[in-house]
């Protein structure tokens, strides 16, 4: 029988026919694709980092950056170094916070809850700076329309629940005023502002709802909606916006907000199993990241076995997977590729000491600038999921002939342009615990595996093999009758 590799949904048993494990890969039309590995892409910063962002100014000048607790960095794609660009006398970002980014025109904005709202002028600029003398000691930023919006002021006075936005058209200007429509709004009844995104229109996510800020013009300039009661979001680093629509974590799995509602992607799919996965008490360290190419919402997080994972959505599937990442933060950045290669000949790529060492093949679509890619930091040093695909492991649902005793005599991957080797687990009752012995078994040079495993149920853990594999489709499995007395 032919056994298509269809949804994984832990939350779901596996003799429904939902697959029982998607691990280092990714959810595509038919089957799954391979989840690269994390490779380094800079040198060491002289700390620890906690968040990296890229932007280009209108004139293409390209930048990658990153924040720590202290400073802040470019990266120099000459050499890889990370170059101090801190304002003189450097930061103090509070304990769990972590530097986030904005770019409005050619200015880059950075605010991390301890500072003034910082400023880089990427056509000029080589450190970067206090956007105004009175601009706020915001923990988020985004853009909405023609304004740069904050949120949670953490200033000599804190206002956990203030949104405040810049004068119309001037981020430098913050003096509250009818002429410039620059102002503030204290939102009275949902708890802490959570994070922002922006476009046009802005939402605030709350401790307990979701806020809408629209434009309405003198006197009022935004006027503001609940859009959701009682439920916002629990993780402000969980918080992402992709061709308008917005995602987040809230206190009982993933949702998505187009603006004028909230609506679950994870129920009764793979909400119990990410809860019973997650350290809740670590979920600070989350982190998000985009990678439209394959049209995935990726979440960094940390899981109850100390290792740091990624549960990985497919948007235009509504499908999910997971993974283990060797990274401290995850982000989306188009200037990992471009700032890093921009103008290099072959001879050019000796900063990475030989082609074998290179992040990625020269075939690589990370070599042509201007994509988004999934990147992020580890210790000091930023990272690029550009490598050769990780492990994956898929685990089939549980198989039988009408629940009745059979043999498992063969298997054959059905892996595009590649192979696999398995593990097999047989059991009598789908009450007995499905742990799997650990024999792997390897196809042959025809794909063909035998084997020889009875019981009533089956299951078979693939993991794909070749290092171009593509997309692992399913398994060929027999199985046959076996009688009883």
């Not at 089957?31 to 620890?48: F, I, T």
């Not at 794609?77 to 509070?94: A, F, I, L, R």
């Not at 119990?272 to 990726?298: C, G, Q």
């Not at 991957?413 to 650990?438: A, E, M, W």
């Amino acid at each position: 029988m032919m056994v298509p590799f269809g949804e994984w949904m832990p939350d779901q048993p596996g003799a429904t026919g939902a697959i029982t494990d998607a691990k280092n890969v990714v959810p595509q039309a038919n089957g799954y694709g391979p989840l690269p590995q994390v490779e380094e892409w800079s040198d060491s910063a002289s700390e620890n980092l906690n968040a990296v962002a890229s932007a280009r100014s209108p004139t293409g000048v390209l930048k990658l950056f990153a924040g720590g607790a202290t400073k802040l960095f470019s990266l120099d794609p000459t050499d890889k170094s990370m170059d101090n660009v801190s304002k003189t006398g450097n930061y103090t970002t509070p304990d769990r916070q972590r530097w986030r980014f904005a770019q409005f025109g050619s200015r880059v904005i950075a605010a991390n809850g301890g500072a003034r709202v910082q400023g880089f002028l990427l056509d000029s600029s080589t450190l970067f700076a206090d956007l105004a003398a009175d601009a706020p000691k915001s923990r988020y930023v985004t853009v909405v329309r023609d304004f740069v919006v904050c949120g949670y002021d953490n200033g000599s006075t804190i206002y956990p629940n203030r949104v405040q936005w810049s004068a119309l058209g001037d981020e430098t200007n913050w003096t509250p005023a009818a002429t410039t429509q620059a102002d503030y709004q204290d939102i009275p009844d949902a708890g802490d502002v959570r994070g922002l995104t922006g476009g046009e229109y802005g939402l605030v996510f709350m401790e307990r709802g979701v806020v809408r800020m629209s434009y309405s013009g003198s006197p009022l300039v935004f006027q503001f909606d609940t859009i959701a009661t009682g439920q916002g979001c629990l993780e402000p680093n969980s918080i992402i916006k992709y061709a308008g629509i917005s995602y987040f974590l809230s206190e009982d799995g993933f949702y998505v907000c187009d603006g004028q509602s909230i609506k679950s992607i994870s129920t009764e799919k793979v909400d119990r199993w990410f809860f019973n996965d997650l350290d809740i008490a670590r979920t600070y360290s989350m982190s998000v990241a985009v990678e439209p190419l394959r049209n995935l919402i990726v979440w960094s997080y940390p899981s109850v076995d100390s290792v740091q994972k990624v549960i990985i959505y497919n948007f235009n599937l509504n499908k999910w997977s997971y993974g283990e990442a060797n990274i401290d933060y995850i982000a989306s950045s188009t200037a990992i590729a471009s700032a890093t290669t921009a103008g290099y000949t072959l001879e050019g790529l000796d900063i990475f000491g030989s082609i074998d060492s290179l992040p990625a093949s020269l075939d690589s679509y990370t070599w042509t600038g201007g994509q988004l890619l999934m990147t992020g930091v580890k210790g000091a040093k930023i990272v690029a999921f550009s490598g050769d695909p990780a492990t994956g492991v898929i685990g089939t649902p549980d198989l039988s002939i009408n629940g009745m005793p059979s043999v498992c005599t063969l298997v054959r991957p059905v892996v595009d342009n590649g192979s696999g080797s398995i593990q097999i687990l047989s059991r009598k009752l789908l009450s007995t615990f499905p742990q799997y012995p650990t024999t792997t078994y390897t196809a042959n040079s025809d794909n063909r595996i035998s084997v020889r495993s009875g019981g009533n149920y089956h299951r078979i853990a693939l993991t794909p093999t070749g290092s171009d594999w593509k997309t692992a489709i399913g398994v060929d499995v027999t199985l046959v009758p076996q009688g009883v007395r």
